[in-house]
């Protein structure tokens, strides 16, 4: 527990400035964080970090996070998307040449991570770019859930959300945590608010939201069991690995550009 304080601890003190700073200071987090989080699917999967897949792959969830900006002003006749595709390309004609080595399964998890991580860090992206508040709005979802279900979940949990992904999640916290994170989030948006609709509007959609970012941690469980790994990654002593801290943000920020908010 101790190290799990100081590795957070750590982490704010480096990450919230960061947010603050905004810019191209935000593009350089998105970028390493995804990068990173691809890296562990790749070992998850066995794959070579120093390898022509996770060049192509690396290079693909870059142009995936990038500003849709970026692209408006350097390439005047292909949209970004098109480039992911020759990186996809890329990936299919790597199974012809690998011997065997890297197959057509591989490329789909592969190009699979590359749109749910690169997706997810781009949004967060553009997030930053609409405001300071409507990044926090969608951060301070995702951390008073995820308190939220802990506490009260070891408090009162008697039920089991997901044994067969992950054992220590129940119902009573998921509600617990989903209703703390309404509750205090809204409280905030009425503060601090972001975007046209009203406040019940966005009591309802908080409550959406946090739904969503459960499931994203559910998501990242599921591909953890598959796999037979504790923990995505080792780079957040206590923590895990980025996937790990992440993945409820992953799903919880394309949905809120869905609604409009970013």
Do not use: C
């Amino acid at each position: 527990m101790k190290q799990r304080v100081i590795t957070a601890i750590v982490a704010l003190v480096i990450f919230i400035p960061i947010i603050i700073a905004g810019g191209v200071w935000v593009d350089i987090a998105a970028f390493a964080l995804g990068l990173v989080a691809l890296s562990e699917v790749l070992i998850m999967r066995k794959k070579l970090l120093i390898s022509p897949e996770a060049i192509i792959s690396g290079l693909g969830i870059l142009v995936v996070i990038a500003p849709t900006t970026w692209f408006n002003h350097l390439l005047h006749y292909l949209t970004s998307w098109y480039l992911v595709y020759l990186f996809v390309l890329l990936l299919l004609v790597r199974t012809v040449f690998s011997r065997n080595r890297f197959s057509f399964d591989d490329a789909g998890v592969i190009t699979l991570s590359m749109l749910y991580i690169g997706i997810g860090f781009h949004f967060f992206v553009a997030a930053r770019a609409v405001s300071l508040v409507t990044l926090l709005y969608a951060l301070f979802i995702v951390w008073l859930t995820d308190s939220g279900a802990y506490m009260i979940g070891r408090k009162l949990g008697r039920h089991k959300l997901a044994p067969h992904i992950s054992p220590n999640k129940t119902w009573e916290g998921s509600i617990g945590g989903t209703l703390v994170a309404t509750i205090l989030v809204s409280i905030f948006w009425y503060f601090f608010p972001t975007g046209d609709y009203s406040l019940i509007t966005m009591v309802g959609l908080t409550l959406i939201f946090s739904i969503v970012g459960q499931l994203g941690d559910l998501v990242e469980s599921a591909l953890k069991r598959y796999y037979g790994v504790k923990d995505s990654g080792k780079i957040l002593p206590g923590h895990g690995g980025i996937l790990d801290r992440f993945d409820s943000l992953l799903l919880v920020l394309p949905v809120i550009h869905l609604f409009g908010l970013i």
